[in-house]
């Protein structure tokens, strides 16, 4: 894999890592690598270094709270991956409390931007501070253009159909596990102007397979506003 030495660290302490077991996360321990990238964090409570050039994976991984490593690891990207990303992948970790549960030590991995419409796509691992292991929610790399909610404590996802649909979706991460709780649909309808108000919207509560159709933008749940274009 033809690989870039570009690293991208975004922190994010209110938004958005190593024992780990080699059959959950594809971690591997790496305790002779050296830094050549790191940036604080604006509290100066943890410390991001991404290193290259690490053997038998594609770049490691080292988190510090102060002066002392909390998580060390090495990543490879998904070997099964069917994807093609747009240009060369950037090396990348996000910082996140994925399953709110006020650890901010889960990492998303970023995979890149693909297709037409530049839909990105990130791994992720959550921290389980009982076994103090990662686990990897395998399910999260489907997900299209993820957003963390804090304040609607959920993961939002964000997916292009056609030019005159898009689709939306709601998750909880659970027991290591994400699940879809809601889906929205935006359809565009006739050539009325301003565009948002030829937007109609189906929306589903998975759970007790409730749905609400020919809605318009002001009676969508408000969790969806974070993702919803308008």
């Known amino acids: ?92 970790c996000l910082l996140t409390d994925l399953n709110f549960d006020g650890i901010k030590e889960d990492v998303l991995f970023y995979l890149g931007s693909f297709g037409a419409s530049g839909t990105e796509y990130f791994d992720a691992c959550v921290w389980n501070p009982e076994t103090e292991h990662y686990d990897k929610i395998e399910e999260f790399r489907d997900i299209p253009n993820p957003k963390i909610s804090d304040k609607y404590k959920c993961i939002l996802s964000r997916g292009h159909v056609s030019a005159a649909e898009n689709k939306y979706a709601k998750y909880v991460c659970t027991n290591g596990r994400l699940v879809k709780v809601a889906e929205l649909r935006q359809y565009w309808q006739g050539n009325i102007y301003p565009e948002r108000d030829r937007a109609i919207y189906e929306e589903h509560f998975i759970k007790t397979n409730v749905w609400k159709k020919n809605l318009k933008l002001n009676q969508i749940s408000d969790f969806w506003k974070p993702v919803v274009p308008f």
């Open 1 to 92: 894999m033809k690989k870039s030495h570009v690293t991208l660290l975004v922190f994010c302490s209110s938004l958005l890592l190593l024992g780990c077991t080699e059959n959950k996360t594809k971690c591997v321990p790496q305790y002779a690598a050296t830094s050549d990238s790191s940036m604080k964090s604006n509290d100066d409570t943890l410390r991001l270094i991404i290193e290259h050039e690490v053997d038998d994976v594609d770049y490691g991984v080292i988190i510090k709270r102060g002066d002392k490593t909390i998580h060390r690891f090495g990543y490879k990207y998904p070997e099964n991956d069917d994807f093609v990303p747009n240009g060369e992948r950037i090396d990348s």
